[in-house]
């Protein structure tokens, strides 16, 4: 299992598009993948999940992963959050 805290730098945060692409990144690996914010995990491959967390700009989050290539899945993910989500 792989941990990392990411600061998310999307002007929006984790809604609609930037959500999206987050998602499919996630998408991508084998690994399950998570997102907590405050203690409030959920599925990071889950648009739902993810937008119920309501994560807005400059929030940290924890981003977990186990897997076969969950250390390449969390590298990738904390470096999509911190460009700023395209």
């Known amino acids: 299992m792989t941990v990392k805290e990411a600061v998310v730098n999307n002007r929006v ?7 999206t692409f987050f998602i499919q990144k996630a998408n991508e690996f084998k690994s399950s993948i998570w997102i907590e914010k405050e ?3 959920v599925n990071a491959k889950s648009l739902l ?6 994560v807005v700009q ?11 290539d969950e250390a390449e ?3 990738s993910l904390v470096k999509l959050l ?3 989500l395209g």
């Open 49 to 54: 999940g993810v937008l119920s967390l309501g």
């Open 82 to 84: 911190a460009e700023g």
């Open 58 to 68: 400059g929030t940290s989050v924890t981003l977990i992963a186990d897997g076969v």
């Open 39 to 41: 203690e409030r995990r």
């Open 73 to 75: 899945a969390i590298d």
């Open 13 to 19: 945060g984790l809604y609609a598009r930037p959500a």
